[in-house]
């Protein structure tokens, strides 16, 4: 609810706790600015053409209670942040 982006729901107050973007045809790298999406829970990018690192910053994301990023060409290990 409260999103018209297919894959995204939000809150009442419009703050982001989902992305489902599995098999999405997603190009490029993961966004520091995703540890900005403090109320985010789950988190689903698998199948998708995602490369680089993953950003430290994901491990600012305390809520974040399923994560998958499975099927794409991520380099590199975990953030120890998370």
Do not use: H, Q, W
Request: aromatic share 10%; with cysteine.
């Amino acid at each position: 609810a409260y999103s018209t982006f297919k894959g995204i729901r939000c809150d009442s107050d419009k703050r982001v706790l989902e992305i489902e973007l599995y098999k999405a045809s997603l190009n490029g790298i993961l966004p520091p600015e995703i540890g900005n999406l403090a109320k985010l829970e789950y988190l689903e990018l698998g199948g998708n053409a995602l490369y680089g690192s993953i950003p430290d910053g994901i491990g600012r994301l305390k809520n974040l209670e399923y994560f998958s990023i499975s099927e794409n060409s991520f380099t590199g290990e975990l953030p120890k942040s998370m």
